[in-house]
Protein backbone atom coordinates (compact mmCIF):
# COMPACT_ATOMS: atom_id res chain seq x y z
CA UNK A 1 0.00 0.00 0.00
CA UNK A 2 1.32 3.63 -0.91
CA UNK A 3 0.32 6.80 1.67
CA UNK A 4 -0.33 9.62 0.32
CA UNK A 5 -1.61 13.16 1.26
CA UNK A 6 -4.46 14.72 -1.29
CA UNK A 7 -5.95 17.69 -1.20
CA UNK A 8 -3.74 19.76 0.43
CA UNK A 9 -4.48 23.55 1.42
CA UNK A 10 -3.00 26.26 3.03
CA UNK A 11 -4.26 29.78 2.76
CA UNK A 12 -2.76 33.02 4.58
CA UNK A 13 -4.33 36.49 3.86
CA UNK A 14 -3.85 39.49 5.15
CA UNK A 15 -5.74 42.68 4.06
CA UNK A 16 -6.34 45.81 6.35
CA UNK A 17 -6.63 49.43 4.82
CA UNK A 18 -4.81 52.63 6.75
CA UNK A 19 -6.60 55.42 7.13
CA UNK A 20 -6.48 59.08 8.63
CA UNK A 21 -9.15 61.28 8.51
CA UNK A 22 -9.00 65.07 9.21
CA UNK A 23 -10.03 65.74 12.85
CA UNK A 24 -12.42 68.96 11.66
CA UNK A 25 -14.15 66.36 8.38
CA UNK A 26 -14.22 62.68 8.95
CA UNK A 27 -15.45 62.57 5.31
CA UNK A 28 -11.72 63.61 3.94
CA UNK A 29 -9.30 61.17 4.83
CA UNK A 30 -6.21 59.44 3.05
CA UNK A 31 -6.49 55.88 2.38
CA UNK A 32 -3.73 52.85 2.02
CA UNK A 33 -4.41 49.07 1.15
CA UNK A 34 -2.34 46.16 2.67
CA UNK A 35 -3.08 43.16 1.30
CA UNK A 36 -0.77 39.83 1.13
CA UNK A 37 -2.08 35.99 -0.05
CA UNK A 38 -0.10 33.19 -0.21
CA UNK A 39 -2.03 30.36 -1.81
CA UNK A 40 0.46 27.34 -2.55
CA UNK A 41 -0.19 24.61 -4.89
CA UNK A 42 1.14 21.65 -2.80
CA UNK A 43 0.88 18.09 -3.40
CA UNK A 44 2.28 14.89 -1.88
CA UNK A 45 5.57 13.81 -1.83
CA UNK A 46 9.09 14.36 -0.40
CA UNK A 47 10.31 17.57 -2.55
CA UNK A 48 9.47 21.38 -3.01
CA UNK A 49 5.93 22.43 -2.13
CA UNK A 50 4.98 18.04 -1.01
CA UNK A 51 4.12 16.76 1.71
CA UNK A 52 3.03 13.13 2.30
CA UNK A 53 2.65 12.75 6.09
CA UNK A 54 0.21 14.51 8.66
CA UNK A 55 -1.13 14.66 12.49
CA UNK A 56 -4.03 16.49 13.94
CA UNK A 57 -3.70 16.24 17.88
CA UNK A 58 -5.67 18.14 20.47
CA UNK A 59 -5.01 17.89 23.89
CA UNK A 60 -5.83 19.49 27.11
CA UNK A 61 -2.72 20.89 29.24
CA UNK A 62 -3.61 21.23 32.92
CA UNK A 63 -2.05 25.14 34.73
CA UNK A 64 1.49 24.56 34.90
CA UNK A 65 1.99 21.23 33.27
CA UNK A 66 3.75 20.56 30.27
CA UNK A 67 3.33 18.70 27.06
CA UNK A 68 6.06 16.98 25.07
CA UNK A 69 6.13 16.18 21.62
CA UNK A 70 8.36 14.26 19.94
CA UNK A 71 8.35 15.46 16.10
CA UNK A 72 10.17 12.51 14.60
CA UNK A 73 7.95 9.89 15.29
CA UNK A 74 5.07 11.65 17.63
CA UNK A 75 5.01 8.00 19.43
CA UNK A 76 3.72 9.63 22.94
CA UNK A 77 0.75 10.98 21.15
CA UNK A 78 -2.67 9.22 20.44
CA UNK A 79 -4.97 11.18 17.96
CA UNK A 80 -7.44 8.65 17.65
CA UNK A 81 -5.97 5.50 16.22
CA UNK A 82 -2.79 4.24 18.56
CA UNK A 83 0.06 6.08 19.83
CA UNK A 84 2.31 7.55 17.04
CA UNK A 85 -0.57 6.94 14.30
CA UNK A 86 -2.22 9.31 12.24
CA UNK A 87 -5.89 9.08 11.83
CA UNK A 88 -5.60 6.22 9.57
CA UNK A 89 -3.90 3.86 12.24
CA UNK A 90 -0.82 4.25 10.03
CA UNK A 91 3.16 4.81 11.71
CA UNK A 92 3.83 8.28 11.47
CA UNK A 93 7.43 9.34 11.06
CA UNK A 94 8.58 13.12 9.54
CA UNK A 95 12.53 13.41 8.65
CA UNK A 96 11.16 16.68 7.46
CA UNK A 97 8.61 19.15 8.93
CA UNK A 98 6.56 21.48 5.96
CA UNK A 99 4.20 23.42 8.03
CA UNK A 100 3.37 23.07 11.37
CA UNK A 101 0.45 24.99 13.54
CA UNK A 102 0.26 24.98 17.23
CA UNK A 103 -3.17 27.09 18.08
CA UNK A 104 -4.16 28.11 21.55
CA UNK A 105 -8.08 26.92 21.25
CA UNK A 106 -8.54 27.45 24.75
CA UNK A 107 -11.96 30.30 25.88
CA UNK A 108 -10.98 33.93 26.85
CA UNK A 109 -9.83 32.52 30.63
CA UNK A 110 -7.90 30.25 29.34
CA UNK A 111 -3.96 30.46 29.85
CA UNK A 112 -1.22 31.19 28.33
CA UNK A 113 0.56 28.74 25.78
CA UNK A 114 4.20 28.67 26.26
CA UNK A 115 6.15 26.50 23.10
CA UNK A 116 9.88 26.33 23.54
CA UNK A 117 12.61 23.10 22.11
CA UNK A 118 12.18 20.59 25.02
CA UNK A 119 15.74 20.58 26.74
CA UNK A 120 16.47 17.17 25.83
CA UNK A 121 16.97 17.11 22.22
CA UNK A 122 14.98 20.01 21.72
CA UNK A 123 13.38 20.84 18.30
CA UNK A 124 15.33 24.37 17.72
CA UNK A 125 13.44 25.50 14.54
CA UNK A 126 10.44 26.14 16.63
CA UNK A 127 11.88 28.90 18.53
CA UNK A 128 11.03 29.94 22.28
CA UNK A 129 7.88 31.50 23.40
CA UNK A 130 7.15 32.02 26.74
CA UNK A 131 5.69 34.52 29.06
CA UNK A 132 9.20 35.79 30.37
CA UNK A 133 10.07 36.70 26.94
CA UNK A 134 6.97 38.34 25.72
CA UNK A 135 6.12 35.56 23.04
CA UNK A 136 3.57 32.93 24.54
CA UNK A 137 -0.09 32.80 22.80
CA UNK A 138 -3.13 33.95 24.58
CA UNK A 139 -6.43 32.55 24.18
CA UNK A 140 -6.83 32.41 20.07
CA UNK A 141 -3.13 32.81 19.29
CA UNK A 142 -1.51 30.82 17.10
CA UNK A 143 2.08 30.03 15.67
CA UNK A 144 2.66 28.82 12.68
CA UNK A 145 5.35 28.08 10.36
CA UNK A 146 5.95 27.05 7.00
CA UNK A 147 8.84 26.00 4.76
CA UNK A 148 7.64 24.01 1.50
CA UNK A 149 11.51 24.48 0.10
CA UNK A 150 13.04 20.94 -1.41
CA UNK A 151 14.52 21.26 2.34
CA UNK A 152 11.97 21.84 4.85
CA UNK A 153 12.44 22.21 8.73
CA UNK A 154 14.44 18.91 9.44
CA UNK A 155 14.05 16.41 11.85
CA UNK A 156 16.87 14.08 13.33
CA UNK A 157 15.89 11.42 15.43
CA UNK A 158 17.94 11.60 18.89
CA UNK A 159 19.07 15.17 18.82
CA UNK A 160 16.62 17.15 17.32
CA UNK A 161 12.83 16.37 16.88
CA UNK A 162 11.32 17.28 20.88
CA UNK A 163 9.43 20.74 21.76
CA UNK A 164 7.36 20.88 25.43
CA UNK A 165 4.40 23.49 25.52
CA UNK A 166 3.40 24.53 28.67
CA UNK A 167 0.71 26.07 30.26
CA UNK A 168 0.92 29.19 32.14
CA UNK A 169 -1.57 31.02 34.31
CA UNK A 170 -4.16 28.36 33.68
CA UNK A 171 -5.40 24.84 31.80
CA UNK A 172 -5.02 25.88 27.98
CA UNK A 173 -6.97 23.83 25.19
CA UNK A 174 -4.63 23.21 22.01
CA UNK A 175 -4.43 21.78 18.88
CA UNK A 176 -1.42 21.00 16.73
CA UNK A 177 -1.20 20.15 12.83
CA UNK A 178 1.67 18.90 11.35
CA UNK A 179 2.55 18.20 8.02
CA UNK A 180 5.99 16.71 6.92
CA UNK A 181 7.24 14.20 4.91
CA UNK A 182 8.56 11.02 5.56
CA UNK A 183 11.88 10.93 3.68
CA UNK A 184 14.26 13.81 3.74
CA UNK A 185 16.38 12.50 0.77
CA UNK A 186 14.26 12.95 -2.51
CA UNK A 187 16.55 10.42 -4.62
CA UNK A 188 16.32 7.44 -1.90
CA UNK A 189 12.95 7.69 -2.03
CA UNK A 190 12.34 7.53 -6.15
CA UNK A 191 15.24 5.05 -5.74
CA UNK A 192 12.82 2.79 -4.03
CA UNK A 193 10.21 3.62 -6.00
CA UNK A 194 12.34 2.71 -8.76
CA UNK A 195 13.27 -0.58 -7.62
CA UNK A 196 9.86 -1.74 -6.45
CA UNK A 197 8.93 -1.01 -10.16
CA UNK A 198 11.96 -2.87 -11.49
CA UNK A 199 10.85 -6.09 -9.21
CA UNK A 200 7.59 -5.57 -10.01
CA UNK A 201 8.88 -5.81 -13.77
CA UNK A 202 10.69 -8.53 -13.16
CA UNK A 203 8.40 -10.91 -11.38
CA UNK A 204 6.08 -10.14 -14.41
CA UNK A 205 9.23 -11.29 -16.49
CA UNK A 206 9.20 -14.31 -14.62
CA UNK A 207 5.51 -15.20 -14.71
CA UNK A 208 5.70 -14.51 -18.41
CA UNK A 209 8.67 -17.20 -19.37
CA UNK A 210 7.19 -19.44 -17.05
CA UNK A 211 4.00 -19.18 -19.49
CA UNK A 212 5.91 -19.80 -22.31
CA UNK A 213 7.47 -23.14 -20.62
CA UNK A 214 4.48 -24.27 -19.87
CA UNK A 215 2.77 -23.68 -23.06
CA UNK A 216 6.28 -25.79 -24.79
CA UNK A 217 5.65 -28.49 -22.58
CA UNK A 218 2.22 -28.64 -23.71
CA UNK A 219 3.28 -28.82 -27.22
CA UNK A 220 5.87 -31.35 -26.39
CA UNK A 221 3.54 -33.46 -25.04
CA UNK A 222 1.01 -33.35 -28.14
Known sequence: MTRTLENITTQFNISATLKNALTSNAAIAATAPINFSLNPDLTSGVSEDQANRALDYSATIASAGTLVIDLYDFGSLDAGAGAGADALGQPVVMEEIML????????????????????????????????????????GGILSKMNSDTDGFDVTDASSHRIILTANGGDVDVRIIVLGRHDDDESSSSSSQSSSSSQSSSSSSSQSSSSSQSSSSSSSSS
Open 100 to 139: IAIYNASAESGGNLEIEPDATNGWTPIGSHTVALGGSLKP
